[in-house]
């Protein structure tokens, strides 16, 4: 390759940062010419923090979606340089993406997205993210009950605007890749994802939530009869005595009175 040099593909590299934007086009350059430059990796990943430093607000949440490119790329050619590398800057990386001030905290709900990802792809493990994502939740929840806005924290109206725009630009990719799964999954892994995230059933009330449910929707099944079962079941297991059944008052008879 003509840049294959390493100090000329550090130059054409930090150049591509120096122009990186919101935009998947930009995100997505940047992440394929560090993945196809992965034998200098060091050099590359070096780069990335050289550029996060020195970056504005905004432009630092754009590194951090270069690495989330970079870690779905170097997942498909099996290579986990970067991976490796960022382990070990995590919460350096994270504090200066979302430093604690108020300019900081609107970066926080991008850095959770990208945290988010990252542990949902196994990209670190979960101990990691919690390690990093910790302080954000509590400032996040400090955030709720301030009445700050982003124009107190020195953001203009046509920042605000243009974060918005930025933002929205970056988030397509989440959007485009909220269904695609890894190849190397079992069969059944969405499925137990699921499965772990469900809370458990609690059969002394949910099933006549369920019932109930299905009351509303199929009015005509004998539902009824069905819930009925299951109360008293649960009565008997739980050693309540079943309600006695009201006296019906006596019927008239429909037979004409035999004269004497």
Not at 104 to 125: A, M
Not at 129 to 141: G, H, M, N, W, Y
Not at 228 to 241: D, I, L, P, W
Request: hydrophobic residues 35%; proline residues 6%.
């Amino acid at each position: 390759m003509a840049d294959s040099d390493p100090f000329e593909c550090r130059l054409n590299f930090l150049a591509l940062l120096e122009k990186l934007n919101a935009s998947q086009h930009s995100i997505q350059k940047v992440a394929n010419y560090a993945v196809r430059h992965r034998n200098l990796a060091e050099d590359l990943y070096s780069c990335l923090l050289e550029q996060l430093d020195k970056a504005s607000i905004n432009a630092r949440v754009n590194i951090v979606y270069v690495l989330d490119a970079i870690f779905a790329i170097s997942h498909k050619v099996r290579f986990k340089g970067y991976h490796d590398l960022t382990r070990k800057d995590l919460p350096r990386i994270i504090e200066t993406v979302v430093p604690n001030d108020a300019k900081g905290s609107v970066n926080i709900g991008n850095t959770r997205k990208i945290l988010d990802n990252w542990r949902r792809r196994s990209y670190f493990d979960s101990e990691t993210i919690d390690q990093v994502e910790k302080p954000l939740l509590d400032r996040e929840a400090a955030a709720a009950g301030s009445s700050q806005t982003a124009g107190e924290g020195g953001f203009s109206k046509e920042d605000m605007l243009r974060r918005m725009e930025e933002d929205r630009e970056r988030h397509k990719r989440f959007r485009e890749e909220v269904w695609i799964r890894s190849a190397e999954e079992s069969v059944d892994a969405e499925f137990q994802q699921l499965w772990e995230s469900t809370e458990p059933l609690v059969p002394e009330t949910d099933y006549e939530v369920m019932m109930l449910q299905n009351m509303l929707r199929l009015p005509h099944y004998a539902w009824h009869m069905m819930l009925e079962q299951r109360t008293m079941a649960t009565n008997n297991s739980n050693g309540v005595a079943p309600s006695p059944s009201p006296q019906q008052p006596p019927q008239p008879s429909s037979s004409p009175a035999t004269p004497s």
